[in-house]
């Protein structure tokens, strides 16, 4: 791998949208950099509130198959999931996380703040248009302000001294509408810090710098195993919770934005 690669960046701030982004989406591309002795910073934006579970991973007190979390119910299952992604970004080799919103991930002068989980439902026959579930809240991340988002990605990014941003292009990834949300606000926070995004194509035959993890697969593995309430790993394919299977991503697409 290129110390040239984003531009020679040493300290790298990846923003993601829920737990379990981080590595499905640039798990070997973070393992990648901080092996190279870049420093590696994670911002997640929320704590996977309305994400299914799968099955006996993790029992919800009260839980009742098909019927939303309540309240109570979806805050344990936040809480389960934080540690979940602790784990797995300890593994991945990132230095330091925050959830936006967060002291220290909070942009100066304003109260502490949560960013919620927006759910997704498809909005057509052909999966290609995802909107917020029924259940996002008033405080869901999509509904949120992008200047409101911007700042505060960048009070974490100054806290960190972060030299460059990751995250998803404007295309999300595969349209989940939280991740489509943040791509307005990274660019933004970028702009206000002068420093580059990078955003990772959602298609890897694009024009961009390409970067191959092959070699950290193994790291990535044993980083999604710490996310069981959202998946489970087999060879090198992730099982989702619906029966999707997706192969692990080692490699990548990323464009400066």
Known sequence: MSPELLGGARRVLFVHAHPDDETLATGGLIAALAEHGVDVFLLTATRGEQGEIVPGSFAVPGAVPGVPLDAEQAEALARHRVAEVQEAARTLGVRHGA??????????????????????????????????????????????????????????????????????????????????????????????????????????????????????????????????????????EVVHVGGQRQPIATRFTLRRV
């Not at 290609?128 to 869901?140: F, I």
């Open 99 to 236: 959830f936006l919103g967060d002291a220290g991930a909070r942009a100066a002068g304003r109260a502490p703040r949560r960013y919620t989980d927006s759910g997704m439902v498809w909005l057509d026959d052909a999966e290609t248009l995802a909107g917020p579930g029924p259940d996002a809240g008033p405080d869901a991340l999509s509904r949120a302000e992008p200047a409101e988002i911007a700042h505060d990605i960048a009070a974490y990014a100054t806290d960190q001294g972060a030299d460059a941003l990751v995250s998803y292009d404007d295309h999300g990834g595969y349209g989940h509408p939280d991740h489509i949300a943040l791509h307005t606000p990274v660019t933004e926070a970028s702009r206000l810090l002068g420093i580059p995004f990078w955003e990772v194509a959602s298609h890897s035959d694009v024009p961009g710098e390409h970067i191959d993890a092959t070699a950290q697969l193994d790291r990535v593995k044993a980083a999604l195993a710490h996310h069981a309430t959202q998946l489970t790993v087999d060879g090198d």
